[in-house]
């Protein structure tokens, strides 16, 4: 039987044999925590992380909402960050984890931003 972590890491090379991210649509990638969310915009062909985030960022207003909350908040200010960049363009990776709850705040939180996702 495989563990929980070692299913998701095989979803996620499912994933990412579709998903790639060009200079003009880089790939937003998530990595989900039991508390927190972290996410980064990468530039596969160069190999290079134009920005990343994390709920654990000193820049981030959290208040009431747990974790769905924090996710919502963070994709706010990756939105921001992101259209400061010049960056208005990305492709979703979801890192094999389902798209419900903090995944699907966060992706819809920075749609709302001004990102098309």
């Known amino acids: 039987m ?6 998701r890491r095989v979803r996620h090379l499912r994933v990412r044999k579709k998903v790639q991210g060009l200079p003009e649509r ?3 990638c998530v ?4 508390k927190h969310l972290q996410v980064q915009i990468v530039d ?3 190999g290079r992380t134009l920005l990343g985030c994390s709920t654990k960022d000193k820049r ?3 208040g009431e909402g747990g974790t769905v909350g924090a996710a919502q908040a963070l994709g ?3 939105a921001k960050e992101a259209v400061g960049r010049g960056i208005t363009r990305v492709v979703f990776d979801r890192g094999g984890y389902g798209y419900h709850g903090r995944v699907r705040a966060f992706a819809e939180a920075v749609r709302a931003g001004g990102v098309q996702v």
């Open 31 to 34: 990595f989900r925590s039991h």
């Open 26 to 28: 880089p790939r937003l």
């Open 60 to 62: 981030l207003k959290l």
């Open 76 to 78: 706010e200010l990756v």
């Open 44 to 46: 596969d062909t160069k």
């Open 2 to 7: 495989r563990s929980r972590e070692a299913a």
